[in-house]
């Protein structure tokens, strides 16, 4: 082989492990910034956000009053604020006997759930739509307990919002009103035909462990963050989809939902988890996937079965998206004070 041509085999070859390594590190940034030190003392994290007090004990981090109740756990990615329990990317890490956080994770995971206004000022509050989870040939869960199937309960449920939601003004509709098929990008591409503002697709959960129980809603993890279930550093498809378009707003709608569940049925909290759900992927508006129980566990299963239990359900989610369709529009009003111009 020529010389020259050697050259350039080699600087190719190069330049495939530079873009590989970059990849890479791109793919592991949550647990690698830890390690690298891009982090940040949660002491600066309590006064950046008006926490007026900090304590540690242990392993137990908790910041509160003003904004309200934020509790972390030295070396878990379990988190609450406001009694409802959130995931971080990477667990704070002590250094220097200073406990520390990513940096990425403060303003991803934090910021949207203290200044909501702020994450939500861009996203618009007219048309909900509501998206009963499978159909069709499609059953989704079954239990093996009593008759039923998951499809009939999210159908029912999806409705139920929508009158309550219909009641106080707002445009809710639903990606199908029947028992049909529907695929997910036809149910991501309804939400962009119909101008929808918020998604949020109702499914009951089932698990193999009939132990299982608890409501929990699943939000899109950042681009480049690990979703909840996934191992440390493993992020296989972690790239940006369209619905990253509305990560704040994404974090707001899903605390939101979950902490209007937890009120209504006192249901076990599983918490706002990060997934790459196919529907909150292509959503093309903030969306939320919500699991609300587990028609494996004997005792949820009764509750489900019950149509009080239901309407609770139907209630908290319709109270839920109208906190977060408050936010929005708390946060238009406050932009619209904002005067456009500023003096010199
Ligand atoms: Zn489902």
Known sequence: MPQAIQLIVRSAAGLAIVLLLGCRSARDLPERAAAAGDTVAISKVASRF??????VEDKQIVLREKPGVLEMEGDSRRAMFNRVVFWLSAPPVRRWGRWRMLQSDVEEMLAPLIVPSEAVKSEGNRVVLLDPGHGGEDSGATSGLYNIQEKQVTLELAGAVADLLRREGIDARLTRTDDRAMDLPARCEHAATVRADVLVSIHLNSATNTGSSGIEVHILPPAWHPGTADRK????????YPGNL???????????????LLKH???????????????IRCAPCPAALV???????????????????????????AEGLVAYLDTVKRAHSEQSAVPPWRPK
């Open 265 to 279: 049925t006192g249901a076990e909290d599983r918490g706002v988890r990060r997934s790459r759900f196919h529907v």
């Open 50 to 55: 008006g926490f007026e007090r900090f304590d």
């Open 291 to 317: 699991e609300c129980g587990f028609i494996s566990n004997l005792r949820e299963a009764q509750k489900l079965l019950t149509p009080g239990y239901r309407a609770q359900i139907a209630r908290a989610l």
């Open 233 to 240: 550093a493993s992020c296989g498809n972690c790239m940006r």
């Open 246 to 260: 509305h990560d704040g707003a994404n974090l707001v709608l899903g605390h939101a939902l979950q902490a209007s």
